[in-house]
C-alpha cells in the first residue's frame, strides 16, 4: 500500500507564492478584441480620454511606430498617448 502524499508546510507556501505570482501575469495577457480588418482604426473607450484614435495610416511616429503599422502589431505594453490606457482598453472601429 502506498503511503498517501500529504504537502509538506514549505511545498504549501510555494504554492500559494506560485499562485500569487501568476496573477498579475494573467493580467497583463488581457488582450484587445481585435476587429476582422486587420487596418481597422481603435478608439480609446477610456472615458477621461479625449478620445484619441488610433490610425493605422497615420501609427504613432512619437513613439518609434511608422505609419502602416496595424493596431495588432503594436506592442502589447503600448498605451494610448492621450491617457495612459493599456492596449487592451481600445475598440475596433471598422
Ligand atoms: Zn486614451
Redesign the pocket.
Known sequence: MQPQFTPTRRQLLRLAATSVLTLPAAAAAREPVYSDNPDSRYI?V?PD?S??VYDPAVGDPDRGFPPGTRFQDLPGGWF?P??G?PKWQFAALD
Open positions: 480609446c477610456e480620454c478620445p484619441y494610448c492621450d491617457c490606457a
